[in-house]
């Protein structure tokens, strides 16, 4: 089976930088995406990483270490409305994952105070 | 960009009744599209693959005929939740690919 860890809750002020850590053990890999979801919306895309490394953009970056199965989001520079639960997906490594088949963790609630 | 349009975004319906999600790709063609249901506090499940022209493919515990899967055209997916209980009130959202997955809005169902 699939298995994605990462935190269920976590807390910050404004202007701090947090990191949201997420492990998996999948069946095969082919890339790891974080979403950002507000209560009652659709998860948005934040970062998708396949290689080894981090990947920066604005506020946010992605790092990826296949050998650890490891991954984690970096927030910068947090803003209330940051706050959101932010989710980790595997694409597992068969011929679903190419369609864009996700197994998700269950989700950082991330609540930025002022 | 791609975009997936889902509809409702939310229903009301009473136990034992029938409802019906759809779910478009605008601007693109989806063979295959996603299901996935979300409890409160709680992340994204898969529940099945939807196939153009073939029958879907049901994760383990996802009863197929509570959950009709119908996917009739290359742009059309639906979910029909057959005698709706109010265990099966949830967020279901749909997804398709266009190289990288791409999320409908969500369909909020509260079954009374």
């Known amino acids: 089976g699939q298995n994605i860890d990462q935190p269920t809750e976590m807390t910050a002020t404004e202007g701090a930088i947090v990191q949201i850590n997420c492990t998996y053990q999948?069946?095969?890999?082919?890339?790891l995406f974080w979403y950002q979801q507000h209560a009652g919306e659709a998860p948005t895309f934040l970062s998708y990483?396949?290689?080894?490394g981090l990947e920066e953009k604005g506020r946010f970056s992605s790092f990826l270490s296949r050998s650890k199965g490891y991954s984690y989001l970096l927030l910068k520079e947090l803003q209330m409305k940051d706050s959101a639960s932010y989710l980790c997906?595997?694409?597992?490594?068969?011929?679903?994952?190419?369609?864009?088949?996700?197994?998700f963790g269950r989700g950082t609630q991330l609540t930025v105070w002022p | 960009g791609a975009v997936v349009s889902q509809h409702p975004s939310w229903v009301i319906c009473k136990s034992g009744t029938s409802v019906k999600i759809e779910c478009r790709s605008l601007?693109?063609?989806?063979?295959?599209m996603f299901w996935y249901r979300q409890f409160p506090k709680q992340s994204l499940m898969l529940m099945a693959t939807?196939?153009?022209?073939?029958?879907?493919?049901?994760e383990q515990g996802v009863e197929k005929d509570k959950f009709l899967i119908n996917h009739a055209s290359l742009t059309l997916s639906t979910l029909t939740v057959t005698s709706a209980h109010p265990e099966d009130s949830s967020f279901y959202i749909c997804?398709?690919?266009?190289?990288?997955?791409?999320f409908g809005s969500g369909t909020r169902l509260t079954v009374v």
């Open positions: 601007d693109f063609q989806a063979t295959t």
């Open positions: 990483n396949v290689l080894d």
């Open positions: 997906a595997v694409l597992p490594g068969d011929r679903g994952s190419t369609l864009g088949r996700l197994y």
């Open positions: 999948t069946s095969g890999f082919n890339g």
């Open positions: 939807s196939n153009e022209g073939s029958k879907a493919t049901y």
């Open positions: 997804s398709a690919s266009t190289g990288s997955p791409v």
